[in-house]
């Protein structure tokens, strides 16, 4: 394996960094495979709970078996499903599932690419989801209406209304980048964040994309 092969691995293989000895898995990882076996663990007691229901007349020997099948391992199932959906939608992958922003994606990933995307992503300044780190507000209802605006993406794309080229929704809001930048020595050194400027900056008057754009470099793709 290459060193540029090295510098184009995902982010979630640990970037071609193998594995520590005695690894068993990620978090995410050992959800799924639970989620998994639950699933089938499921199947499993709704077929004896079925097996004794020919076998009697009474449903009541297999009540517990049929709270277990229908309800409670049902719900476990549906919650392990959701927060792995939820999880996999934060993904670089997800994001560059859909034609429209498989170019941006590229240029991510892009390590000749001096878009500020792509700076954050070959030096890891965002160790994973990238798109979703940038692209979705920070608080309490950040990740919801991140997640809806994701959902309304797909509905442009399944409908094919895309604008071309694309532009972003709304203005970029310097928050995003404050919230991981703003205490860091980096940025309050830098001759350009001078103390008459970091008011402008802090209130949102004045963009960090003023300075530090573009932030992505694409080359277009055809609807």
Same mark, same amino acid.
């Given at each position: 394996?290459?060193?540029?092969?090295? =510098?184009?691995?995902?982010?979630?293989?640990?970037?071609?960094?193998?594995?520590?000895?005695?690894?068993?898995?990620?978090?995410?990882q050992w959800t799924q495979g639970l989620g998994l076996a639950l699933a089938?663990?499921?199947?499993?007691?709704?077929?004896? =709970?079925?097996?004794?229901?020919?076998?009697?007349?009474?449903?009541?020997?297999?009540?517990?078996?049929?709270?277990?099948?229908?309800?409670?391992?049902?719900?476990?199932?549906?919650?392990?499903?959701?927060?792995?959906?939820?999880?996999?939608?934060?993904?670089?992958? =997800?994001?560059?599932?859909?034609?429209?922003?498989?170019?941006?994606?590229?240029?991510?990933?892009?390590?000749?690419?001096?878009?500020?995307?792509?700076?954050?992503?070959?030096?890891?300044?965002?160790?994973?989801?990238?798109?979703?780190?940038?692209?979705?507000?920070?608080?309490?209802?950040?990740?919801?209406?991140?997640?809806?605006?994701?959902?309304?993406?797909?509905?442009?794309?399944?409908?094919?209304?895309?604008?071309?080229?694309?532009?972003?929704?709304?203005?970029?809001?310097?928050?995003?980048?404050?919230?991981?930048?703003?205490? =860091?020595?980096?940025?309050?050194?830098?001759?350009?964040?001078?103390?008459?400027?970091?008011?402008?900056?802090?209130?949102?008057?004045?963009?960090?994309?003023?300075?530090?754009?573009?932030?992505?470099?694409?080359?277009?793709?055809?609807?």
């Amino acid at each position: 394996m290459t060193w540029v092969s090295l =510098a184009r691995a995902a982010p979630g293989t640990g970037g071609g960094v193998p594995h520590p000895e005695g690894w068993i898995g990620t978090t995410d990882q050992w959800t799924q495979g639970l989620g998994l076996a639950l699933a089938i663990l499921n199947l499993v007691v709704l077929f004896l =709970a079925w097996r004794g229901l020919r076998r009697t007349e009474s449903a009541r020997p297999v009540l517990g078996l049929l709270f277990v099948g229908l309800v409670l391992l049902p719900v476990v199932v549906i919650f392990f499903g959701y927060t792995q959906g939820l999880a996999g939608m934060e993904t670089v992958s =997800a994001c560059g599932g859909c034609h429209v922003m498989t170019s941006r994606v590229e240029d991510l990933e892009n390590p000749d690419s001096e878009s500020l995307a792509a700076v954050h992503y070959k030096n890891r300044f965002i160790r994973e989801n990238q798109c979703y780190t940038c692209h979705s507000d920070y608080g309490m209802l950040g990740t919801i209406s991140a997640k809806m605006s994701g959902v309304g993406h797909i509905v442009h794309y399944l409908r094919g209304d895309y604008p071309s080229p694309l532009k972003i929704a709304r203005p970029y809001r310097n928050v995003r980048c404050l919230t991981c930048h703003a205490g =860091a020595q980096r940025f309050v050194k830098s001759p350009g964040h001078a103390p008459d400027v970091m008011p402008q900056l802090m209130s949102g008057e004045t963009s960090c994309l003023d300075c530090h754009g573009p932030a992505h470099t694409p080359k277009e793709a055809k609807p």
